[in-house]
Each structure stands twice: as structure tokens, then as C-alpha cells.
């Protein structure tokens, strides 16, 4: 059992997006399907986030399933030119829990053009909030255009930022081409049954 | 000394930071000077990581570097042992163990899966694959430097230019995660590489015939630094 043997989930994108409030959303969805799950923090004070998860997970998930991974101030490196660190966690996992099907890989916040290390992720996410300026997409980020799903996250907070959310569905939809986009509100769950949907069929099926 | 093509690539790609063995992660403490404001400058740095290459790099290291390189070229799966043992005793810090032992396995993977195509050496049946066997059922720490010295000799590197590589990369590695902690100029950067380059070539020269039963730190700061890092709050680094 090694890293090559569960599914990975890589979620990056800028500071305070949203990832850790997905992931939050995610992991029970997931654990309530069946699936043994395992998350990884990248970041700042990675142990600090790791502990805010195992607290928030409670019983969900065991303590020694999610890890903190220190980047080295370098959190694009760290799922990017060399993962070898992230990988190495998700092998002390899969030692640990033999039967583990998926881990979530959360980058530190980065900027657009953070992209996922496809040894490191079969399935990239990318989340952006509307409160970070309706231009994001049209920015053309690698990260916006390259991942598997881009999450535009934190729609309640349009009317108060001045981002016309139909200006965003559009300019997605313009640089994503065929690939898919979800808007979400990670605060009060619209929009995460259709992440989930997306990952169930994209890497838990396929 | 002359060394043919084919080692000096490999001591390139040994000593470079594209080398994917997570390099970038480990800061040996100096992410705790920096947090305590024990480093303010380039003439800071220098003095560190020149104190870092003589009682660390040298007598530790280089040491096990060396009779791993030895034990490779006489086949001999005890003494390579007995040296990752040794060098795992006198590393104090546990976060230092880790980094190393973590950068070990990454190399001998990234060999294994890389390396089918090396003709000199039957690198399945050979030393390095009962030592990766070893590392694998958690006989064996598998020390970075130790899986270097194996790694090296078993590409023709020789044992002084493996110690050089590896004593330079550290400087190198530790030089990036300061640039990256604190505020220094790349110019500065490269001035301090510059002046360690003469404290690499005296470590090596001093320590590349060393017995490995020599082997031995004397930083207590470092070790203090090291140890006080497992409790920090601001943490980049994983050492
Ligand atoms: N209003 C609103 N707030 C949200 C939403 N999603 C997240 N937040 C809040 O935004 C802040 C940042 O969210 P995080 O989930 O920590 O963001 P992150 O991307 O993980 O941040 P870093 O890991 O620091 O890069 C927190 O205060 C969240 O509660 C949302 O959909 N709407
Ligand atoms: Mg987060």
C-alpha cells in the first residue's frame, strides 16, 4: 500500500477562498458514503490547521488521518515541482489504514497560478471567492483554467463586493470551454452537493 | 583530481535543487534562529552555516557519507548499517532525524524507479536494494547522506567529489530556506555561498577518511534550536 493506491483530492487556490470551509463541507459527505478519508494541510502554522480539523471532524475521521505538512515557504512547491513531502504523508496513511479510499490535499493559499502535481492529484479543484473580484476568471489563472473543477466560492458575499455573478458564470464558462464550474456557499452548503457530484463521478467511480 | 563526464552529471544532479527529495522543506533549525532573531544578517548566516558545515556537516555527515560510500564499493550490507545507525544516534533533534531519514527513502525511490537503465551496477539485486529493503521494513533510519554514499558510488562518483556535492547542496539548501525566511539580497546570498565554498573543501578534506566510529556533533545550539522548533508557533519549515 502506497500513495499510488487511493484516490487523491487536490484543493488549491488563493488565501481564504474557501478551501478549508469545502473541505469541512466534503469530508462528511464523503465518510456518510462510505469512503475512509484522510486530509493533508498545507500551510502556514500547518499543525495549528491540522489540530482546527481533527477538532472539527470529531469522530469522523481518526486523529492520525489528517496531517499538516510544512511547504518550506513554498506552497506552490510543495504540490507542484517536488510533492515528495505530501506523498510521503499519504504513504504514513495508507501504513496506518490500509483500507483508506481517498485523501484530500489541501494547498496553502497561493496565488492563480498554483496548479496540482497530477502524481500528487487525480482530481484538482481550484477555489476562488467572488469577494476576490469578479475578474478572477478572465485573469486567466493556471489555476482557474487548468483544473479538473474550479469552485466559485462565497456567493452570498456578491451584492456586498460589487461582483455581478452572471459576469463570472460568463467569463468562467468563456475560459473553462467544455471543463466544469460550480458556484458555491460554503457557509450555508448551496452548492456543495454539486462538488460532491462532480468527485463521486471523477474519482470515486471512475 | 579528475573525474570522467558521467560522475560529474551525476554530482550535478545529486547536488541540484531540482533533485525532488523535498530539500526544500528541511531548514536544520535555522528557521528557529530566525524566528528568535538570532539572524540578522548575511555575516549572521555566514557564521552559522560555517559552524553548521564544521561541527555537523563534517564530523557527522560527511563521516557517514564516506564509509557508506566505503561499505558500497565492498558490498558490505553491516558496516552500511551499522553506519546509519551511528549517524541516527549522534543526530540529536528528532525533527533533524526526520528531515534526513524522510530525504533518504525519497532518493532511494526516486532511484528505484528511475534507474532500471544503469548497466553497471545490478542495482536490483545489488547493495542498494537490500538497503532500500531494509529502509522500507523500518530495519534501517536510512539516512540521507548514507543512501547518498550508496547512491554515488554505485554511479562512479568518487568518495571526496560525493562529499563535496553533498556538503555543498546543504549550504545550498539551507541558503534557499533563509532567502525565503528572511529578507536577504540574492546578491548577499551568493556572496556568503561564495565564502563557505573554502569551509566545504576544508570539512570534506577533514573529515572524507575519517573512521565512522569517529562520528560526532558538537552544536548544542543547533540542537537546542532544533528541538525548540518542535514547539514553534510559525512553522514553514519542516525542520
Ligand atoms: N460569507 C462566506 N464566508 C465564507 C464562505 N466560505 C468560507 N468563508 C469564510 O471565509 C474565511 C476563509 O475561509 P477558509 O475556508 O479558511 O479559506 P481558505 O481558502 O482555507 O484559506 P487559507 O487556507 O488561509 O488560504 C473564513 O472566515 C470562512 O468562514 C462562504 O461561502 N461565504
Ligand atoms: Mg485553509
Known sequence: MGYRDVAKIGIGGPVGSGKTALVRRLVPELVDEGYEVGVIANDIMTQEDADVFRESFGDLLPADLVEGVETGACPHTGIREDPSMNLAAIDEFTERHPDLDVVIVESGGDNLAATFNPELADYFLFVISVAEGEDIPRKRGPGVTQADLLVVNKTDLAPYVDADLEVIESDAADVRGDDPFVFTNCKDGTGVDEVLEHVDREVLFA | ?239
Open chain 2, 1 to 239: 583530481m579528475t573525474i570522467d563526464s558521467d560522475s560529474f552529471l551525476t554530482a550535478l544532479r545529486l547536488s541540484d535543487s531540482f533533485l525532488p527529495v523535498g530539500g526544500y522543506t528541511a531548514s536544520y533549525g535555522l528557521e528557529q534562529y530566525v524566528n528568535e532573531g538570532r539572524i540578522g544578517d548575511g555575516d549572521d548566516l555566514r557564521a552559522l552555516l560555517a559552524g553548521y558545515l564544521r561541527r555537523v556537516v563534517g564530523p557527522c555527515e560527511t563521516v557517514a557519507l564516506a564509509n557508506a560510500h566505503d561499505a558500497s564499493s565492498s558490498d558490505d550490507l553491516d558496516q552500511l548499517l551499522e553506519v546509519d545507525a551511528r549517524l541516527h544516534a549522534v543526530t540529536m533533534p528528532s525533527e533533524f532525524r526526520e528531515s534526513s531519514t524522510k530525504a533518504g527513502a525519497k532518493l532511494c525511490e526516486l532511484l528505484a524507479g528511475t534507474e532500471e537503465d544503469l548497466a553497471s551496477v545490478d542495482v536490483r539485486t545489488g547493495l542498494r536494494q537490500k538497503f532500500a529493503t531494509r529502509i522500507d521494513a523500518g530495519e534501517t533510519p536510512g539516512h540521507y547522506p548514507v543512501v547518498f554514499g550508496v547512491v554515488a558510488q554505485s554511479r562512479g562518483l568518487p568518495r571526496l567529489e560525493a562529499c563535496l556535492s553533498h556538503a555543498y547542496s546543504f549550504v545550498t539548501g539551507l541558503l534557499g530556506a533563509a532567502q525565503r525566511l528572511g529578507r536577504f539580497g540574492h546578491t548577499e546570498i551568493q556572496r556568503v555561498l561564495g565564502d563557505l565554498e573554502s569551509v566545504v573543501v576544508e570539512i570534506c578534506d577533514r573529515h572524507v577518511d575519517d573512521d565512522a566510529t569517529a562520528m560526532a556533533s558538537f552544536a548544542p545550539l543547533a540542537e537546542i534550536m532544533g528541538m525548540r522548533h518542535e514547539r514553534a508557533g510559525r512553522r514553514l519549515f519542516m525542520s
